[in-house]
């Protein structure tokens, strides 16, 4: 029958191998990376600017605005670079 250290570990005979290291990012994918930061921070300005002109200033609404649309951007930009 099974030894009472087998029972209480059923994985005891399965070998095990240990993680793979994490890989550094290559420069390609860091390039894109800052690409999408860059469009991101870009449409961001260019709506802030009209929010100003538009409103004459911002409020707490602009500023989510401003996140959801730089969020959405640098998505974007990932997805399709």
């Not at 951007?73 to 670079?81: I, N």
């Amino acid at each position: 029958g099974p030894s009472p250290t087998s029972a209480a570990r059923p994985d005891s005979g399965r070998s095990r191998t240990a993680a793979p290291a994490p890989s550094r990012p290559s420069p390609r994918r860091a390039s894109d990376a800052v690409l999408a930061l860059a469009a991101a921070l870009a449409v961001a300005e260019l709506l802030l600017r009209r929010c100003v002109r538009r409103f004459g200033g911002v409020t707490g609404d602009v500023f989510g605005a401003l996140a959801e649309t730089a969020a959405t951007v640098a998505l974007l930009v990932s997805a399709l670079g």
